[in-house]
């Protein structure tokens, strides 16, 4: 299996290649020159197989450059008991009839990034020993709160890496903040930037690029990689989560195979939702992919109309990991409905880069409607959906995992569709303690995070996650703020190139 450039079709690589250079030389991302098939029989094959097996044979298919004995080393380390709090990795709560819960929060930083950054770092030593290179691999990671925290923990310490994350100082929960200022190892470095998600992604993508930084990387033996879902070997665990949440209703006996499974995704960058798009086309029978957003919804209107215009004003909403208008991913899904046209793409996002705005074609408008649902909802509607689900089934829910769920509501009493649903649950409510605790009506005035943490699992009944309690005796490592401007100084002053 190969791998081209959404932007140049020409390149070929594999996937070392793809996951140890993230992105390629003239801005675009890696896709595979094909999309792999899954039979049911294949299918049915996963049953009774632990997830490290099931994610084994996925990535078999993909990562076809990596031997079977790497892809177990792979796996048997990243999903294990040690970094996830349950066997089966990822779990299903049965939520109400014909909907569930795939929770993907039960990893050590308590958010679905986990199931991908836990695994990540062994894809990306075992691909750099493959390929024989000989630099110290910086990967440099923009958050929207929850991947900064998952990817220093995957990588924290891992011999010949450093790791750089930044955030938007007022763009994450307390929570988030702490978990990632407060982040231990001796190759990790974590900044604030005065601004929103979209300026340190934006700003990454610059230093990614910017011929006169490679030049001085190359000079110091380092060379970029990165953790944010822009990297394929960050995007195709997620695809394993989709195909093994089938198999396991399967095996309850909750559908038959070959029946239909809509998927419901809270997604800002759209990785989480791309990942459903592969499994569907691989063969797994995934019916309506509906993509749910906060009030930052450029991904609802865009595939509503079209068009996709991020000439709009930014709201910090209570489910910050989604505060984005700038959604990477998409050009992965845009160059495949192309039909694979890289001058299109080019165009597209040069007009998103210099007006902010560009509009698809009809065809690719209308395949993008026939497989997506799009909706959104507002923070009043989120609160009211998780004391909601908290009143009538007891579920407690996070902030984005809950915005999930309305917009689902709202596909189905748009469409009457009683198709059955997996819904995506993206992170653990004590990640956001303050705001879950006044949907529930349980909010008692408390300033301090681990007050509300404690009274979260009062009125819960969930056992507060150790990662998340352990972080209160720990100090906080790293204050530094800085402009958006000083982003490409800030990170060759961390790695003493300048």
């Known amino acids: 299996m190969f791998y081209k450039s959404t932007r140049n079709s020409s390149v070929r690589v594999e996937s070392a290649v793809a996951i140890a250079k993230s992105i390629s030389e003239e801005g675009g991302l890696f896709v595979p020159e094909s999309i792999p098939m899954l039979s049911m029989d294949e299918l049915r094959a996963l049953l009774g197989k632990t997830y490290a097996q099931r994610a084994a044979y996925i990535f078999s298919k993909y990562l076809t450059d990596f031997t079977e004995s790497e892809l177990r080393y792979c796996t048997e380390r990243a999903y294990t008991t040690k970094a996830f709090d349950t066997e089966n990795i990822a779990e299903l709560a049965h939520l109400f009839d014909g909907t569930y819960m795939l929770e993907l929060w039960h990893g050590p930083t308590c958010a679905f990034k986990d199931m991908a950054l836990q695994i990540l770092p062994y894809f990306l030593t075992t691909a750099v020993k493959k390929l024989s290179l000989e630099k110290k691999v910086v990967i440099l990671v923009a958050t929207s709160g929850d991947t900064g925290k998952a990817a220093l923990e995957g990588f924290k310490d891992v011999p010949g890496t450093e790791i750089l994350v930044f955030y938007p100082e007022e763009g994450v929960s307390d929570m988030q903040k702490r978990q990632m200022t407060t982040q231990e190892g001796e190759n990790v470095a974590v900044c604030a930037v005065k601004g929103n998600f979209d300026d340190c992604q934006n700003g990454v993508k610059q230093i990614f690029t910017d011929k006169d930084v490679l030049a001085i990387m190359e000079q110091g033996g380092f060379a970029f990689s990165s953790a944010n879902s822009i990297n394929w070997g960050r995007l195709v665990p997620q695809i394993v989560y989709y195909v093994s949440a089938y198999v396991t209703l399967a095996e309850d006996g909750e559908l038959n195979y070959g029946d239909q499974l809509n998927v419901v995704v809270p997604t800002g960058n759209f990785g989480n939702i791309l990942a459903a798009y592969y499994a569907k086309q691989m063969g797994v029978p995934i019916g309506k992919l509906i993509c749910a957003s906060n009030v930052n919804k450029v991904l609802t209107d865009f595939i509503r109309t079209g068009i996709y215009d991020r000439n709009r004003d930014f709201h910090a909403t209570i489910s910050p990991s989604m505060d984005i208008l700038i959604s990477s991913n998409l050009e992965r ?39 997506f649902y799009g909706g959104f909802c507002d923070d009043t509607e989120t609160k009211e959906t998780i004391g909601k689900l908290y009143q009538e089934y007891g579920y407690t829910c996070d902030t984005h995992t809950a915005v999930a769920v309305k917009v689902y509501q709202d596909y189905r009493k748009e469409t009457g569709d009683i198709t059955k649903t997996l819904i995506a649950s993206t992170a653990s409510p004590f990640k956001f303690s303050g705001s879950v605790l006044e949907a529930i ?49 800030f990170a060759l002053k961390k790695l003493h190139l300048s």
Do not use: H, N
Request: glycine fraction near 6%.
């Open 333 to 371: 899904l845009l160059y495949l409905l192309a039909d694979e046209d890289d001058a299109q793409i080019q165009k597209w996002f040069g007009l998103l880069a210099s007006t902010g705005c560009y509009e698809v074609t009809d065809a690719v408008k209308e395949k993008l409607t026939e497989l």
């Open 441 to 489: 009506g349980a909010e008692s005035g408390e300033t301090d995070e681990y007050a509300k943490v404690e009274q979260l699992k009062q009125a819960s009944g969930l056992k507060i996650p150790q990662s998340l309690a352990a972080l209160q005796q720990k100090p906080r490592r790293f204050t530094d703020s800085i402009e958006k401007t000083e982003m490409r100084q």
